[in-house]
């Protein structure tokens, strides 16, 4: 299946998911972007991401190796990655 949904949840200080995201849309693509200030509120815009029909979700590198592991197993259906800095 094409992947044609994506989303990149960046987590920092004082983002609020609400009032802090993008969106791009192409006849082809449809890309969010997402600011979250915590796990908690990531994990909630993961459920409405993946409720919408989001195939894959990139983690900025403000997000540890365990919180990534806790989304993918939360929400197995959707690719999950996590972006790493040597």
Request: charged residues 20%; proline residues 5%; hydrophobic residues 40%.
């Amino acid at each position: 299946m094409d992947q044609t949904q994506y989303a990149f949840i960046i987590k920092a200080p004082g983002y609020h998911r609400s009032t802090h995201k993008a969106h791009m849309v192409s006849p082809a693509f449809d890309a969010k972007f997402i600011g979250v200030d915590n796990f908690e509120e990531a994990l909630v815009a993961s459920e409405v991401l993946v409720v919408a029909g989001t195939q894959v979700i990139e983690l900025c590198g403000g997000f540890s190796t365990q919180e990534a592991s806790e989304l993918r197993s939360r929400f197995p259906d959707c690719d999950i990655g996590l972006v790493t800095y040597p």
